[in-house]
């Protein structure tokens, strides 16, 4: 059974860093696309920085140069490093994990996959 299990969210002042980290379990494919995603109130899902299996990544142009993604594969956790906050980066953050099947995953903002495996989500609030 695949699990994916946020952390790390909390409330932060604008200009500060957060450090969100997925647990993955039971997730066992060689070539995979992983990538956070947030949802702010009112607004629809969004992907923010993805990675896939080869380590290739993308990023949101709203999030580039503040956000990055990283995975440790020994422990199997996702990170993703928030630095320079923008109250406008409040919402909840999602893990997500998919078996990679296709030639590439596509840009994170529009992928080619269709995530299946979810994370329950971390809320993330920057406040001016």
């Known amino acids: 059974q695949v699990q994916l299990m946020e952390s790390g969210g909390g409330s932060v002042q604008a200009g500060g860093s957060l450090r969100l980290s997925c647990a993955v379990s039971?997730?066992?494919?060689?070539?995979?696309?992983m990538g956070w995603f947030r949802q702010a109130p009112g607004k629809e899902r969004e992907g923010v920085v993805g990675?896939?299996?080869?380590?290739?990544?993308s990023h949101a142009n709203s999030v580039k140069g503040r956000f990055t993604i990283s995975k440790d594969n020994a422990k199997n956790i996702l990170y993703l490093q928030m630095n320079s906050l923008k109250p406008e980066d409040t919402a909840v953050y999602y893990c997500?994990?998919?078996?990679?099947?296709?030639?590439?995953?596509?840009?994170?903002?529009?992928?080619?996959?269709?995530?299946?495996?979810w994370g329950q989500g971390t809320q993330v609030t920057v406040s001016s």
């Open positions: 990675i896939d299996s080869d380590g290739m990544r």
């Open positions: 997500a994990a998919e078996a990679l099947v296709a030639d590439f995953c596509g840009p994170i903002w529009d992928p080619v996959v269709d995530f299946h495996y």
């Open positions: 039971g997730f066992s494919y060689s070539r995979y696309c």
